[in-house]
């Protein structure tokens, strides 16, 4: 069955970085586009970053030239390298196979000092 595993979560300072990692299995991943969202607490759900198959990438304007979302395919690994991160940026990570009901089981990123 399709599986989403989401890894590389934690409490970081401000300013500092963490890498988000999410393991696909059970589809193809090479052909299927890729998304990051979160959600903090008491807020909805909101997009972060998506990338095509083809690595076609699209970014929030708040996370825009701090996070960079990545694929390797050999490995059906999504990324995400977040730098400068923000107190504002507390949330848990989820990773999602666009056009599709899969979802991961998320991992929390805490922002604090």
């Known amino acids: 069955q399709v599986q989403l595993v989401e890894s590389g979560g934690g409490l970081v300072q401000p300013g500092g970085s963490l890498r988000l990692s999410c393991a696909a299995s059970?589809?193809?991943?090479?052909?299927?586009?890729m998304g990051w969202y979160r959600q903090a607490p008491g807020k909805q759900r909101e997009f972060v970053a998506t990338?095509?198959?083809?690595?076609?990438?699209n970014y929030a304007d708040s996370v825009k030239g701090r996070f960079t979302i990545s694929r390797d395919n050999a490995k059906n690994t999504v990324y995400l390298q977040m730098n400068s991160l923000k107190p504002e940026d507390t949330a848990v990570y989820y990773c999602k196979i666009l056009q599709s009901p899969y979802w991961g089981q998320g991992t929390q990123v805490t922002v604090s000092s």
């Open positions: 059970g589809f193809i991943f090479s052909i299927n586009a």
């Open positions: 990338i095509t198959s083809l690595g076609v990438t």
